[in-house]
């Protein structure tokens, strides 16, 4: 499985930016489809999940209810709209995918990553 994140860049408090995952490869191994982020100095920490054939989401708390994780069927594509965007979701944003098939927030059981996209909020 291959990841690509992008659509990373900066934006001032309160605005929107829409991230992209593309998928390829083995995808029919893929049981759930994740965003973490990173940024500096911290842990990655987990943002969003999607399973991947089907339409069940899960958000940390810091994305409920600001953050969508949607998928393109037509073209493997996974995105993250972000709305509301504060400074501290500054970071590198990861797009993985994961074989288990349950939920999971812990990067360890994520088996294949994308590069990572810069996201900065900031006036």
């Known amino acids: 499985v291959q990841l690509q994140a992008s659509g990373g860049g900066l934006v001032q408090p309160g605005g929107s930016l829409r991230l992209s995952c593309a998928v390829s490869g083995r995808t029919f191994a893929i049981n759930y489809i994740s965003w973490f982020r990173q940024a500096p100095g911290k842990e990655r920490e987990f943002v969003a999940s999607?399973?991947?054939?089907?339409?069940?989401?899960y958000y940390a708390d810091s994305a409920e209810g600001r953050f969508h994780i949607s998928r393109d069927n037509a073209e493997n594509k996974v995105s993250l709209q972000m709305n509301n965007l504060k400074p501290e979701d500054t970071a590198v944003y990861y797009c993985?995918?994961?074989?288990?098939?349950?939920?999971?927030?812990?990067?360890?059981?994520?088996?294949?990553w994308g590069q990572g996209t810069q996201v900065t909020v900031s006036s």
């Open positions: 993985a995918a994961a074989r288990l098939p349950r939920w999971a927030t812990l990067s360890r059981f994520y088996n294949n």
């Open positions: 999607r399973r991947w054939s089907t339409d069940s989401t």
